[in-house]
């Protein structure tokens, strides 16, 4: 007769062994049949690494941050919640000196300005996102756009305390009775993921520039920074550029331009 | 063994109806925030990480410290320590239990938690904290059980427990270590200037360890000492003293090591440093944020050094239990509380966001921490049928008499 | 047997448990489910079938997550299909773009064999109740 004890053993030993072959036989590989292919779209965009400049000055004089903040959050189904402290925001708006510190400032020899800079994710070189993200839902493309696998994303919101520039929203409700008006053929999020800018692209695929560049009135720029011969190389060498927080070292593809003989405003 | 904990006195039984009446509170709760989102916690956009997590930091710094300790005495002296040793390890089994479940409630998306661990992220610190944490409990459950069964038996404990002990003792250094990179991978902003001086630096990673180790030791006389008084379980006081001066001289080296960072931020007029403390210390905008119980941290800190530090004041047990408290307490408002929240404010816009912590957070808090009482009960339960600890003041403690099962 | 009595009491219990889903639907056998798999769209020349029926059936699931996969996580955008089309991998501009009504062709099926899609938590914003 068996004892209770080796019973209660066996039983678990076989019990454990059995769920684990149940769980491995679900790991079967994807069917060899499905292929997908990279059609050579002659229309996307591509770089090597992805960039935006923003031109200080010109942006001051002509840019309105609220139709562009509008046109990217209309065209990404971004919600409007009602409690602000869990507002979702993929672009805002942040005072000069809080973009840039006084050292940064006075080194470079820029006085300080009366403005407010649209500030987005950076998407770093080195981003810290990434680094810290548990399931790589968060993750680097070959060309420098930091991407989100909303299906991945466990809403840890690791990533959005690992990141320096605030750029990080989550989603505390569930979005979509908050959408003011749903733009089809693209999807909205759901509760507990994190979301932020993704540079636009699902428009880069059909080789249209992001909507905050293009709302801008050319005061931001986009292009590859890996291209000497792209629009942001040559805005980058003709002045000053800062970055955000420069001494953390993630490297932001977002950069400030400062150009040659500016105002004290 | 487990029958043990089935039976036992009424007192007994209606502290688990009770533990199990406030789980009920707080499954119900979970369910609530399930359905309704993280909305219904405090957290916003600007304090995205809360109670929640701040719990986590502090409960897993506290475990593990008092059970190395513990294990480090009971590598000296089986027979003496086995007491305290069983307590402290079923009482880590517990806390990471809680800890875990901490992270559980926290998350947006729980159901693809598994996520973790079939896209695994080696450069992630979150990754390893899983990995040790996990494997931590399951060595300790598996430690404490083994020295529980052989004592039952009359036996000595099998020859690879000594090796795992040893491996258990390593295995919290690397969760410190882990807890501290988890703490740095942070970033908190103010207007134009990043926590980094503040994180970063070697001052606050050895604070973060000496509080838990502080913490640790603290809470595990405490566990001592109720024991003692509900289940007329005693542990030596030669241990009890062991652990109030680790604990003394750890929150003697945190609190140093605190005023060094504060000295080293402002003689050399560090601003993004001095920034965060000031933040912590005085508040931003007019507006007091987390101050005052940092405040309330530094004093309960001080009075408990000094009840610790008088040997005729830590051999009184009242004031013992008084300083044992201080401590814990002093560790968790600084842990649990002000250094968690306090460091997402101000926000990168110079505002501090208030934290009203609403109901429900509470009772999911509550219900937590009453599935690690829960599960601590349980195993004590077992501990106080298996090991006769006869002591009273002498050095010897353990294994004499041993209950006939 | 010790403490018999309790013992049973529990094995009756947990037996009513179990099969408290059977004994609550007694009688009801439930219809099948009534699906509509045809194309809404008039232009439905424009976009042959992706795969063939059955594959679709068998398979579905795991052709989407394949899309899902390649689009998000590593930048592809069109499927090459097994009669040599290319099909861009999109829920809503591909395969919701034909078969509309989410509720006959998705739905149905799924409710009753009780397994939940959670692709309208956030896709579907161009059916007319995205809303929902």
Redesign the interface.
């Known amino acids: 007769m068996i004892s209770r004890r080796d019973f209660l053993h066996t039983s678990l030993a076989i019990g454990c062994t059995g769920l684990g072959c149940v769980a491995l036989s679900g790991c079967s590989t994807?069917?060899a049949?499905?292929?997908?292919?990279?059609?050579k779209?002659n229309t996307?965009m591509s770089a090597g690494r992805f960039g935006l400049v923003v031109d200080v000055e010109k942006y001051k004089k002509s840019a309105s941050f609220s139709l562009i903040a509008s046109v990217c959050h209309k065209a990404h189904?971004i919600p409007r919640i009602p409690?602000d402290?869990?507002?979702?925001?993929w672009i805002r708006e942040?005072?000069y000196?809080?973009?840039?510190?006084?050292?940064e400032r006075q080194h470079v020899g820029i006085p300080s300005l009366d403005v407010k800079l649209p500030v987005m994710c950076n998407h770093c070189e080195t981003p810290?996102c990434v680094?810290?993200?548990?399931?790589?839902?968060t993750?680097k493309?070959?060309?420098g756009i930091v991407?989100m696998?909303?299906?991945?994303?466990?809403?840890?919101?690791?990533c959005?305390?690992?990141?320096?520039?605030?750029a990080r929203?989550?989603?505390?409700?569930?979005p979509?009775?908050y959408?003011d008006q749903?733009?089809?053929?693209?999807?909205?999020?759901?509760?507990?993921?994190?979301e932020k800018c993704n540079f636009c692209v699902e428009r880069l695929?059909q080789g249209l520039e992001p909507l905050c560049v293009e709302a801008s009135g050319g005061s931001i720029l986009f292009g590859d920074l890996d291209d000497p011969t792209s629009e942001v190389s040559q805005a980058i060498v003709s002045g000053t550029v800062l970055t955000r927080?420069e001494?953390?070292g993630v490297e932001p593809g977002v950069k400030y331009l400062f150009r040659e003989g500016h105002n004290n405003d | 063994m487990i029958e043990k904990a089935l039976s036992g006195s009424r007192k007994y039984y209606a502290w688990l109806a009770f533990l199990l009446a406030v789980i009920g509170f707080g499954v119900f709760a979970y369910i609530r925030q399930f359905n309704g989102g993280l909305s219904l916690t405090g957290m916003s956009r600007d304090v995205s990480w809360g109670l929640y997590i701040s719990q986590f930091t502090f409960i897993v710094g506290t475990a593990v410290s008092g059970v190395m300790i513990a294990s480090l005495c009971y590598l000296r002296d089986k027979k003496q320590y086995l007491g305290v040793v069983l307590l402290g390890e079923f009482l880590s089994v517990a806390a990471i239990l809680v800890a875990i479940l901490f992270i559980f409630v926290d998350l947006g998306q729980p159901t693809r938690v598994l996520n973790v661990m079939l896209h695994p992220s080696p450069q992630s610190i979150m990754f390893w904290d899983m990995v040790t944490l996990g494997g931590f409990l399951v060595l300790n459950i598996f430690l404490g059980w083994v020295k529980l069964s052989a004592e039952k038996k009359g036996q000595e404990a099998p020859s690879y427990i000594k090796p795992l002990t040893i491996i258990s003792v390593l295995m919290v250094v690397v969760i410190h270590m882990v807890a501290v990179g988890l703490h740095m991978a942070t970033t908190f902003i103010y207007p134009g200037l990043s926590s980094a001086e503040y994180l970063f630096s070697g001052a606050m990673a050895i604070r973060f360890v000496a509080t838990a180790f502080a913490s640790g030791a603290a809470l595990l006389i405490l566990v001592c000492m109720v024991v003692a008084a509900s289940a007329q379980f005693k542990v030596s006081d030669k241990v009890i003293q062991l652990l109030a001066k680790t604990s003394c001289i750890a929150m003697i080296i945190g609190v140093i090591f605190y005023i060094l960072q504060v000295n080293i931020a402002f003689t050399n007029d560090m601003t993004s440093h001095q920034a965060s403390l000031l933040n912590l210390f005085v508040g931003s905008g007019g507006q007091s944020g987390i101050a005052p119980f940092m405040w309330v941290a530094i004093a309960l800190a001080a009075l408990g050094i000094l009840l610790l530090l008088v040997p005729g004041l830590r051999r009184n047990k009242n004031i013992l239990l008084m300083a044992a408290i201080m401590i814990v307490l002093a560790c968790w408002l600084d842990k649990g509380l002000a250094s968690s929240l306090g460091e997402f404010m101000p926000n990168s816009f110079g505002q501090i966001t208030d934290y009203a912590v609403p109901i429900n957070e509470i009772a999911v808090i509550c219900g937590v921490y009453a599935i690690g009482l829960l599960v601590v009960s349980v195993l004590y339960k077992v501990v106080f049928a298996v090991v006769k600890a006869p002591c009273a003041d002498s050095s010897e403690c353990i294994g004499e008499q041993r209950k006939d099962v | 047997m010790y403490k018999s009595g309790r013992v049973l009491a529990f094995i009756a219990v947990f037996l009513l448990l179990v099969s408290f889903p059977f004994l609550a639907a007694f009688g009801n056998a439930g219809s099948d489910p009534v699906y509509d798999l045809s194309v809404q769209t008039s232009d439905a020349t424009k976009v042959k079938c992706v795969e063939s029926t059955d594959y679709m059936k068998s398979s579905h699931m795991k052709l989407l997550q394949q899309w899902r996969d390649d689009v998000v996580r590593n930048g592809q955008n069109d499927f090459i299909s097994s009669n040599g089309q290319a099909i861009p991998m999109s829920l809503d501009d591909t395969c919701l773009n034909c078969h509309t009504d989410k509720e006959a062709f998705c739905d149905s099926c799924h409710s009753y064999s009780g397994v939940t899609m959670d692709c309208w938590d956030c896709h579907g914003t161009n059916s007319p109740d995205a809303k929902k």
């Open positions: 994807l069917s049949s499905i292929q997908t292919g990279q059609e779209d996307a189904n409690d402290k869990q507002a979702i925001q942040a005072d000196k809080a973009c840039f510190s006084e050292a810290a680094t810290v993200c548990p399931t790589q839902a993750f493309r070959p060309d991407e696998d909303y299906h991945r994303c466990i809403g840890c919101r690791f959005m305390a690992a990141c320096p520039y605030d929203s989550f989603n505390f409700v569930d979509k009775p959408i749903v733009t089809p053929n693209y999807p909205t999020r759901t509760d507990g993921v994190v695929t927080s001494e953390l």
